[in-house]
């Protein structure tokens, strides 16, 4: 049964930088999309970003300029960095295992990681 | 980007009630939606795939329909199990999803 786990540290000062780990049990890495989703308090779903096992990234134009995804396959895990927080990027953090075929969709999904940006 | 508005942002049902969730997209998208299921403090769950194609492992209470930009998800029979927060989401350009529509309990 494959699993993913988001981790890292829950409280984050304005400014810094956010990171994120999702490992991912009970399958290789390998030949999957991988990708982050977060849903600040009481609004919806914002997809952050995904990236392919061989390392390619693509982003939400929105935040592309703050965001980095990377891999580790020795690891089976792949991580978010996000620069420069706000207030605003208080959230729970998905990871989500995203299928590419003649559609794309978020076949898994972490339980979820809530991230407060405070000083 | 595109919007998905998502409606109604709350109902109340019976278990064994047809329950219909609309979302419309701001945008002709073909039938690039997929609509998940998510409960508090659980991983969300995907129900739907490109608008029509039940995800494996999904009771077949759950249909998706719809093409262009209006799309709707139905649960025929309303079961305990489904009381929960549905979302619809558009993969046609730069992803977004609609506001969610929370099923409660009448």
């Known amino acids: 049964q494959v699993q993913l786990q988001e981790s890292g540290p829950g409280l984050v000062k304005p400014s810094e930088t956010l990171s994120l780990t999702c490992s991912v049990s009970?399958?290789?890495?390998?030949?999957?999309?991988w990708s982050w989703i977060r849903q600040p308090p009481g609004k919806g779903l914002e997809w952050i970003g995904y990236?392919?096992?061989?390392?390619?990234?693509t982003y939400n134009p929105s935040l592309k300029s703050r965001v980095t995804i990377s891999i580790d396959m020795s690891e089976n895990q792949f991580s978010l960095k996000l620069n420069s927080v706000t207030a605003a990027d208080t959230a729970v953090y998905y990871c989500?295992?995203?299928?590419?075929?003649?559609?794309?969709?978020?076949?898994?999904w972490g339980r979820g990681t809530l991230v407060a940006v405070s000083s | 980007d595109i919007q998905m508005t998502q409606s109604p942002s709350s109902l109340s049902a019976s278990v064994g009630d047809r329950v219909t969730i609309t979302c419309r997209a701001s945008?002709?998208?073909?039938?690039?939606v997929n609509w998940y299921q998510h409960k508090p403090g659980e991983a969300p769950n995907l129900l739907i795939y490109?608008?029509?194609s039940l995800q494996s492992g999904v009771p077949s209470r759950f249909s998706g329909s719809g093409s262009g930009t209006d799309f709707t998800l139905t649960i025929s029979s309303l079961q305990p199990e489904d009381f929960a927060t549905y979302y619809c989401?558009?993969?046609?350009?730069?992803?977004?999803f609609g506001q969610g529509t929370k099923v409660e309990v009448k």
């Open positions: 989500a295992r995203l299928f590419r075929g003649s559609y794309w969709y978020f076949d898994l």
């Open positions: 009970g399958a290789s890495i390998n030949n999957y999309y």
């Open positions: 990236i392919y096992y061989s390392g390619s990234t």
């Open positions: 945008q002709r998208i073909y039938k690039y």
């Open positions: 490109a608008a029509s």
């Open positions: 989401q558009q993969t046609y350009s730069t992803w977004t």
